[in-house]
């Protein structure tokens, strides 16, 4: 079944990255890899996507559906389908995402930007990673069990920056990007879901042992720390420093001012 956060995660991430892929290249696709067992996901899919398209013109959309065999899924994707704008065309190739390689190139996705959405529940499949990585740029987002790791995974398919985060729920999502401030979005839709962490206690605590292990660094780079390798989002890392700094466990340079990208941070000698 489909996972709800990642569900609803990728959703929000639709709205923002559709118009922003759209706007900068011209045409983009949008890959949907699950059990196919929740046609209402596909269904929302394609209707949030076309959405988004509907909004810069002169733009193209695909929307490519792997999922395995349903008789429900193709007839409810049809319907989808019928109330799309000419620009944003739905493809449905029944099988697991290892096709992935196949079907981007049979739908013309070489050479432009690629979100995917990629649900799993054991080992994740490194043929559909690398192919996800290979959009220009290209963006994953891997809802999966519990026990399933994803960090390297998605590093040794070629994302520069990744996240994973364990949800209420006990399972993870694994997201994997080129840009700041796209792992910024994600982390502000889990957020937003209910999934983010509220603590900031824990937070504080991995900035200074990060501080301990690597020695001094600047907020940008405590910043990129706290989105890539904890569950916490960039201003939550900046609110964690302030208060590290309050209690004296931390040092700032300059020690005056706004606590900007380019001040050094230092933990105080114990």
């Given at each position: 079944m489909a996972d709800e956060v990642g569900r609803q995660v990728v959703i929000r991430?639709?709205?923002?990255w559709v118009p922003g892929a759209l706007r900068r290249a011209r045409r983009a696709t949008v890959v949907l890899g699950y059990d196919g067992r929740d046609p209402a996901l596909a269904e929302e899919v394609v209707r949030v996507a076309g959405e988004c398209a509907a909004d810069v013109r002169g733009?193209?959309?695909t929307v490519l559906v792997l999922a395995g065999g349903t008789e429900e899924l193709p007839a409810r994707l049809g319907a989808a389908e019928a109330?799309?704008?000419?620009?944003?065309?739905?493809?449905?190739?029944?099988?697991?995402?290892?096709?992935?390689p196949v079907a981007l190139r049979a739908s013309g996705a070489s050479g432009a930007p690629v979100l995917s959405y990629l649900e799993v529940e054991d080992a994740v499949d490194p043929v559909a990673l690398s192919a996800a990585a290979s959009g220009r740029p290209g963006e994953v987002l891997v809802p999966a069990g519990p026990d399933t790791p994803l960090r390297s995974a998605l590093v040794d398919s070629g994302f520069p920056l990744v996240a994973e985060v364990e949800v209420p729920s006990g399972r993870r999502i694994g997201f994997g990007t080129a840009s700041?401030?796209?792992?910024?979005?994600?982390?502000?839709?889990l957020w937003e879901v209910g999934a983010g962490q509220a603590d900031p206690v824990p937070l504080g605590r991995a900035l200074l042992a990060e501080l301990s292990r690597t020695g001094p660094r600047t907020v940008t780079e405590l910043r990129r720390y706290a989105v890539t390798d904890t569950a916490y989002r960039a201003v939550d890392a900046v609110r964690a420093l302030d208060a590290l700094l309050d209690a004296g466990e931390v040092r700032r340079d300059p020690e005056q001012g706004r606590l900007g990208g380019d001040v050094v941070i230092t933990a105080a000698a114990r």
């Open positions: 991430h639709l709205r923002v733009a193209r959309l109330g799309l704008p000419a620009e944003v065309t739905v493809h449905l190739m029944p099988g697991p995402t290892a096709l992935l700041d401030r796209s792992i910024e979005s994600f982390k502000e839709s």
